[in-house]
């Protein structure tokens, strides 16, 4: 991250040495190492929660793409299904037409013939 050598650091040092004084400077660098330490710790935390954001965000992307091929599979196992039931429905229909042309042709001959009997 940030390119910082020894020599850097001796300098940084001695210049906080001469600033603060001995006595000063163990509670300095303590405070200064618990800010880092929250520093660090919220960094992680949030490079965290923005990995896992992608991660669910890419889940829910694969989910999708998956869901549209399932969908795409089941219409296509649909058709032949369809088609059939389409045909079966057709030829019911025809079935029905064809009984109650039969059942209505049945009622004239009957009526034909219970109106023969009446007359004497």
């Avoid at 001995?22 to 935390?45: D, H, I, K, N, Y």
């Avoid at 694969?62 to 399932?70: F, Y």
């Amino acid at each position: 991250m940030f390119d910082i050598g020894f020599f850097e650091l001796l300098v940084v040092g001695v210049v906080a040495l001469l600033v603060l004084g001995p006595e000063r400077l163990p509670t300095a660098a303590r405070t200064c190492g618990l800010w880092l330490g929250r520093v660090r710790r919220s960094l992680t935390s949030i490079q965290s929660e923005i990995r896992e954001e992608l991660r669910m965000e890419e889940l829910k992307r694969s989910t999708a793409i998956q869901k549209e091929q399932l969908e795409r599979e089941l219409d296509e196992m649909r058709q032949p299904f369809q088609q059939s039931a389409a045909e079966i429905r057709d030829s019911a229909e025809i079935a029905s037409v064809a009984r109650s042309e039969q059942a209505s042709n049945r009622n004239e001959e009957i009526g034909a013939s219970d109106s023969g009997k009446d007359k004497p």
